[in-house]
């Protein structure tokens, strides 16, 4: 016979308060971790026995909430796909796809609430402040609008949206501290995807996009110290791994994503020293 426990969520929207009964122990924490909720065991039920009806109802909608979770984020993503399927300066889609795979990913590894992670990867680019004149407030603006859309609690939006204002890097003097673990994580899947044979192709993608040249003999990097500086900058592409690509490494948050940026910045620097070499006709 199959031990069953019934609990009471604790802790996350829309989950908190309702009922649901589950086997003991590991389904609980499985349960938590896809929903970002926690469990706790309820005192006035003892293992193994059955709940009053108006309670196994409550469990039935419990359930239908679950779903919920994984649809918001499921029209979600749709949303965004539409508004981002064909861009062409390296902020597309299958960057937003990549940067939400990759956030799951650092995400399960380092326990934190997914539904925030999902979403606030999935929204992070929807209105980038470098294609509306440097306004930082854009993106919150767009994502809170549509998070409205599907009345997600205050609470989980000022989370998400404080995630996509702090997200970006603003130049190499410009400090771009994360505060909630959350927050890293996507900030980390998003820097991931600006470093090796991916940062590489869409780093000429944006140059291009922006009508950079490639690479202009001469011209020297420069360390921006302001956000105005960095956006104002129009110089040749190749000057952008030193600018920023660069330095992203130092700048990870997690543990799981430090172990991938390594890799990632190695090949970068191994592509540099042959464009070089190619561009002086040594081989
Ligand atoms: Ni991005």
Same mark, same amino acid.
């Given at each position: 016979m199959v031990e069953l426990v019934y609990t009471q969520v604790s802790g996350t929207w829309p989950l908190c308060g309702m009922w649901v009964r589950v086997p003991p122990r590991a389904p609980l924490k499985k349960i938590g971790t896809r929903t970002g909720a926690t469990f706790r065991e309820h005192p006035g039920l003892v293992r193994g026995r059955v709940p009053p009806r108006a309670l196994r109802d409550r469990f039935l909608i419990t359930i239908l909430f679950m779903q919920t979770h994984d649809t918001i984020i499921k029209n979600i993503a749709e949303e965004v796909r539409k508004k981002l /399927? @064909? /861009? !062409?300066?390296?902020? @597309?889609w299958w960057h937003i796809v990549r940067v939400w795979n990759m956030a799951k990913h650092i995400g399960a590894q380092e326990h934190a609430d997914m539904f925030v992670v999902e979403l606030a990867a999935l929204l992070h @680019?929807?209105?980038d402040w470098k294609f509306h004149n440097?306004? !930082?407030t854009v993106g919150p603006k767009v994502a809170r609008q549509i998070l409205e859309q599907f009345s997600i609690p205050q609470e989980i939006t000022n989370h998400i949206c404080e995630i996509i204002a702090n997200m970006s890097f603003k130049g190499a003097g410009v400090q771009t501290p994360m505060p909630t673990l959350e927050g890293k994580i996507v900030q980390d899947a998003d820097r991931l995807d600006a470093l090796g044979a991916i940062g590489i192709a869409r780093t000429f993608a944006y140059g291009g996009h922006k009508g950079r040249s490639i690479y202009t003999p001469g011209q020297k990097p420069i360390m921006h110290q302001s956000k105005e500086a960095y956006m104002q900058n129009d110089s040749a592409t190749i000057n952008h791994f030193y600018e920023k690509l660069l330095l992203l490494k130092e700048r990870i948050n997690t543990k799981t994503a430090r172990a991938l940026a390594g890799g990632r910045h190695q090949f970068m620097e191994e592509y540099l020293r042959r464009f070089f070499r190619e561009w002086d006709g040594r081989i």
């Open positions: /399927e @064909d /861009e !062409g300066s390296g902020h @597309d @680019d929807i209105a440097g306004d !930082g």
